[in-house]
């Protein structure tokens, strides 16, 4: 069962403390905030993370300020439906 | 009617399918349709009857959102169904008929609200019944209230339906908006760890179903998945409702078309020749700018030769307007419309709106173009809603679409009326 980081982009202030905790993981945009290297689309909201990742990731979920963070275990993030405007 | 039978990917996409055979289906009763007028075209109604194998019969028909996803909502009613009946405590479902329109080129809901309510309010309560009893709402900016309000009024059970206003803005009609609109009175997305259908309106299983969608719901709950297939494509079954809007003279108009019709068969029924528009946005702000020739309507299929209709949006261009001006001025929309929640969006859509009005307004710096993409790049996938990915579609559609008018642009001269218009 794959483990997904999830971003609550809502709560996340982009100071990147994350990014420093996650270096392989996540760099950081132009304002600071995470960005999921190598990744596209939603996975750049619930990250796909591999084994060797999963520890540093439990420490940035405990470590960031905003409880921006968590870990999805095993379960398939939420598809593609919402769409604004309407 | 002509029932389309072709199936994609057998049948070439670019068969003209008729669309002016197309009879109407939702608008069927006319105009201001009165319950008892709706009676009348529609024949009588059970609700709770139609509960049963609703979600099966949903299924057969193929019947996706019209909201904008185009999911299927068999899928996304059981889902929502599966979790209430889990747990100790099984919780009530919630049903709501979303019917905010931010989308300012969209008006299909607003004049099926306006013309057949009763439709769409059959609709919601044979979901509500298929869900074992759900309570249900209505969701609708100011000026459908009181029509919807005066149709509830006119049904011997109306009164279990509740009304909720939707505020006038771009988000408000996203899924997760609506349920917090509806919970909290803020119409803005909310990070979504768990689906709305696991725990949506006060941790409440959440169907939040567009209202054209449950039109469509209410026809198939009478006539059934074979009735609801002799229109459109076996890839894209049924009808839709388009708005279709363009240069003067043209009127915005509201058309009812099958399933994987022609773009230009669209744009002429709405009167449009297509040889005189320089190009065409289907799906809205979220949508995507196309050449007017050889496009199918359609969720499904080849990008080079099918349009997702998206909310039903069409838009087209004159040869006289810029494309770069007009992508210009929908990005600084959406930039402003964005929840300010999320920084990517917050900061990212102004980034490329500004990018967009540079080089919109003559500015000649050839980096421009790319900058523009490395934000899209940067910002896409990143909020708790789609508005960036969706905005970030449209400008990656105009940098290919418009690109030659791109190129004039950072080069130092328009390209003048018409642009570049391949
Ligand atoms: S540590 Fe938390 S608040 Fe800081 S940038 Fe990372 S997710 Fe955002
Ligand atoms: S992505 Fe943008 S529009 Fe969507 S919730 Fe975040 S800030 Fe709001």
Same mark, same amino acid.
């Not at chain 1, 609550?8 to 905030?33: F, H, K, Q």
């Not at chain 2, 075209?41 to 139609?50: D, K, L, S, V």
């Not at chain 2, 909310?311 to 964005?338: E, K, P």
């Not at chain 2, 969706?390 to 290919?400: K, M, N, Y």
């Given at each position: 069962?794959?483990?997904?980081?999830?971003?609550?982009?809502?709560?996340?202030?982009?100071?990147?403390?994350?990014?420093?905790?996650?270096?392989?993981?996540?760099?950081?945009?132009?304002?600071?905030?995470?960005?999921? $290297?190598?990744?596209?689309? $939603?996975?750049?909201?619930?990250?796909?993370? $591999?084994?060797?990742? $999963?520890?540093?990731?439990?420490?940035?979920?405990?470590?960031?300020?905003?409880?921006?963070?968590?870990?999805?275990?095993?379960?398939?993030?939420?598809?593609?439906?919402?769409?604004?405007?309407? | 009617?002509?029932?389309?039978?072709?199936?994609?990917? &057998?049948?070439?996409?670019?068969?003209?399918?008729? %669309?002016?055979?197309?009879?109407?289906?939702?608008?069927?009763?006319? /105009?201001?349709?009165?319950?008892?007028?709706?009676?009348?075209?529609?024949?009588?109604?059970?609700? %709770?009857? @139609?509960?049963?194998?609703?979600?099966?019969?949903?299924?057969?028909?193929?019947?996706?959102? +019209?909201?904008?996803?185009?999911?299927?909502?068999?899928?996304?009613?059981?889902?929502?169904?599966?979790?209430?009946?889990?747990?100790? !405590?099984?919780?009530?479902?919630?049903?709501?008929?979303?019917?905010?329109e931010?989308? /300012?080129?969209?008006?299909?809901?607003?004049?099926?609200?306006?013309?057949? /309510?009763?439709?769409?309010?059959?609709?919601?309560?044979?979901?509500?019944?298929?869900?074992?009893?759900?309570?249900?709402?209505?969701?609708?900016?100011?000026?459908?209230?009181?029509?919807?309000?005066q149709?509830?009024?006119?049904?011997?059970r109306?009164?279990?339906?509740?009304?909720?206003?939707?505020?006038?803005? !771009?988000?408000?009609?996203?899924?997760?908006?609506?349920? %917090?609109?509806?919970?909290?009175?803020?119409?803005?997305?909310?990070?979504?760890? +768990?689906?709305?259908?696991?725990?949506?309106? =006060?941790?409440? /299983?959440?169907?939040?179903? =567009?209202v054209?969608?449950?039109?469509?719901?209410?026809?198939?709950?009478?006539?059934?998945?074979?009735?609801?297939?002799?229109?459109?494509?076996?890839?894209?079954?049924?009808?839709?409702?388009?708005?279709?809007?363009? *240069?003067?003279?043209? +009127?915005?108009?509201?058309?009812?078309? *099958?399933?994987?019709?022609?773009?230009?068969?669209?744009?002429?029924?709405?009167?449009?020749?297509?040889? @005189?528009?320089?190009?065409?946005?289907?799906?809205?702000?979220?949508?995507?700018?196309?050449?007017p020739?050889?496009?199918?309507?359609?969720?499904?299929?080849?990008?080079?030769?099918?349009?997702?209709?998206?909310?039903g949006?069409?838009?087209?261009?004159?040869?006289?307007? #810029?494309?770069?001006? @007009?992508?210009?001025r929908?990005?600084?929309?959406?930039?402003?419309?964005?929840?300010?929640?999320?920084?990517?969006?917050?900061?990212?859509? *102004?980034?490329?709106?500004?990018?967009l =009005?540079?080089?919109?307004?003559?500015e &000649? %710096?050839?980096?421009?173009?790319?900058?523009?993409?490395?934000?899209?790049?940067l910002?896409?996938?990143?909020?708790? #809603?789609?508005?960036?990915?969706?905005?970030?579609?449209?400008?990656?559609?105009?940098?290919?679409?418009?690109?030659?008018?791109?190129?004039?642009?950072?080069?130092?001269?328009? &390209?003048?009326?018409?642009?570049?218009?391949?």
């Amino acid at each position: 069962m794959k483990t997904h980081l999830h971003i609550d982009w809502t709560s996340c202030d982009g100071r990147g403390l994350c990014a420093e905790l996650l270096p392989g993981v996540l760099d950081r945009d132009d304002w600071g905030y995470p960005v999921a $290297r190598g990744k596209t689309g $939603r996975d750049r909201t619930d990250v796909p993370l $591999r084994d060797a990742d $999963r520890e540093a990731a439990q420490e940035a979920v405990f470590l960031c300020p905003k409880l921006a963070l968590s870990l999805l275990d095993g379960r398939t993030p939420e598809p593609g439906t919402r769409v604004p405007g309407r | 009617m002509s029932p389309a039978k072709d199936t994609y990917p &057998t049948a070439p996409l670019h068969a003209i399918q008729d %669309n002016r055979g197309q009879e109407p289906r939702l608008l069927a009763a006319g /105009p201001d349709a009165g319950l008892e007028q709706h009676l009348d075209t529609f024949g009588p109604w059970e609700p %709770n009857a @139609a509960g049963a194998g609703l979600l099966e019969a949903l299924g057969e028909a193929g019947l996706t959102g +019209r909201g904008g996803a185009a999911f299927e909502t068999w899928r996304k009613a059981t889902a929502a169904a599966g979790s209430g009946r889990k747990g100790l !405590f099984a919780a009530r479902p919630v049903v709501i008929a979303n019917g905010a329109e931010g989308e /300012p080129l969209s008006f299909k809901d607003r004049t099926l609200l306006a013309h057949a /309510p009763h439709l769409v309010i059959d609709g919601l309560a044979a979901l509500a019944a298929a869900l074992g009893g759900a309570s249900m709402y209505v969701y609708a900016p100011a000026a459908g209230l009181p029509r919807v309000q005066q149709a509830i009024g006119e049904r011997p059970r109306g009164n279990r339906i509740r009304v909720v206003q939707a505020p006038e803005t !771009f988000i408000s009609g996203e899924s997760s908006a609506v349920v %917090n609109m509806i919970g909290n009175g803020n119409a803005v997305p909310t990070d979504q760890r +768990r689906r709305l259908s696991e725990s949506g309106l =006060n941790g409440r /299983p959440t169907l939040v179903v =567009n209202v054209e969608t449950l039109a469509q719901v209410a026809l198939i709950a009478r006539y059934g998945a074979q009735w609801f297939r002799q229109a459109g494509t076996a890839a894209d079954p049924g009808t839709r409702l388009v708005s279709v809007s363009g *240069p003067a003279p043209v +009127r915005d108009v509201v058309l009812e078309v *099958p399933g994987g019709a022609q773009l230009s068969a669209v744009l002429q029924e709405a009167g449009m020749d297509p040889a @005189a528009l320089s190009a065409v946005l289907v799906g809205g702000y979220h949508g995507r700018w196309v050449r007017p020739a050889a496009h199918a309507l359609s969720p499904v299929g080849p990008p080079d030769r099918t349009a997702r209709p998206g909310a039903g949006v069409i838009h087209a261009l004159d040869l006289q307007t #810029c494309g770069i001006q @007009a992508t210009a001025r929908i990005v600084s929309y959406l930039a402003d419309q964005s929840a300010r929640q999320c920084g990517p969006c917050m900061f990212g859509l *102004p980034a490329m709106a500004s990018v967009l =009005n540079r080089i919109a307004g003559g500015e &000649t %710096n050839p980096r421009l173009a790319s900058e523009l993409d490395r934000l899209g790049r940067l910002v896409s996938g990143r909020g708790a #809603c789609r508005h960036p990915e969706g905005t970030t579609g449209l400008v990656s559609s105009a940098l290919e679409v418009f690109a030659a008018d791109f190129r004039a642009h950072l080069s130092g001269y328009c &390209t003048g009326p018409g642009g570049a218009a391949a």
